[in-house]
């Protein structure tokens, strides 16, 4: 017997694109537009009100430039959908929120914790910095390791912590390269990284209003990996502080760093995911 579903099922999969669809509908009649960046991210924008809704599956986080305006947001979806007001945003996705006078601190202590704890590194020794400066990787140079599946474990784990602890954002970017064949070094490479993180696991990432109109940026990186080539940094543009990043294209391959003229702020169109907005800092609080 053969059945013709009328509405998409949980479990499904094609129930996720549906979802979001049914709800990314809702939304645009609501005066939302979905963000070119982040499909996740819907932008209201009428005269001088502001709204943002970040959406993760049936997990979503609202936030608007009046009281009465996130009212009337919340109460429309209440309407359409059978939504759970839990009021200020404390936790999503793992991820703690804890507002300051300052501006919004965001952390993953629980989930640092919980790395150190499945690595069994919760009492290693602390050390300062997250790479070793004189070392470089290769593709090649060692004995594969015993277990790659914990090898990838691991690094995967770190990934998800970037977003708020972009300190070993690049540490964590230099082991992924090697998922595919990992060596003795890579692993050595890797378990440094919970030995900083048991030294700095009350870091938080705080975000907070920026007015600057001058722009930053962060200077040209070499890799870990001795083939490699450079890697460019951050730039910051006003007036929003939309922070930009990207790979030289001819990184692969150990092509020479860009010419200085080329390390200006690019005119070409913004890939997806590029934009960060606000300005921030890490510090131990």
């Known amino acids: 017997m053969v059945c013709r579903l009328n509405r998409s099922l949980y479990g499904l999969k094609q ?41 993760y599956v ?36 793992g991820v703690t929120a804890e507002s300051r006078p300052s501006g919004l601190l965001f952390h993953q202590r629980q989930y640092t914790l919980d790395i150190l704890e499945r690595a069994q590194m919760s009492d290693c020794k602390p050390c300062s910095t997250p ?27 770190l990934q998800y912590l970037t977003f708020t602890r972009p300190d070993i954002s690049y540490a964590v970017q230099q082991v992924c390269l090697h998922m595919h064949d990992p060596r003795e070094p890579h692993l050595a490479a890797l378990k440094r990284l919970p030995h ?5 696991v009350d870091y938080r990432l705080l975000l907070h209003r920026s007015t ?23 730039i910051a543009e006003p007036p929003h502080d939309r922070f930009r990043r990207g790979l030289d294209p001819r990184r692969r391959g150990g092509a020479a760093p860009r010419p200085p003229r080329a390390k200006r702020r690019g005119s070409g169109p913004r890939r997806r995911g590029d934009a960060w907005r606000g300005g921030g800092r890490l510090a131990p609080i």
């Open 212 to 234: 600057s109109s001058e722009a930053r940026g962060g200077p040209t990186a070499w890799p870990l990996s001795g083939s490699r080539g450079p890697v460019r940094g951050i």
């Open 196 to 200: 900083y993180l048991r030294g700095t």
């Open 131 to 157: 790479v070793d400066t004189q070392a470089k990787l290769s593709e090649a140079t060692g004995d594969p390791v015993v277990d790659p599946t914990d090898y990838r474990s691991l690094a995967g784990a």
């Open 15 to 55: 129930a996720p694109r549906a979802w979001h669809s049914r709800l990314a509908t809702f939304l645009v009649t609501l005066g939302f537009v979905e963000a070119k960046s982040d499909t996740s991210l819907f932008v209201h924008h009428h005269g001088a009100e502001t709204a943002y809704l970040l959406l």
């Open 58 to 93: 049936d997990d979503i986080v609202l936030t608007a430039s009046s009281p009465s305006l996130l009212r009337r947001f919340v109460d429309a979806l209440q309407r359409e959908f059978p939504v759970k007001d839990l009021g200020v945003l404390h936790h999503f996705l």
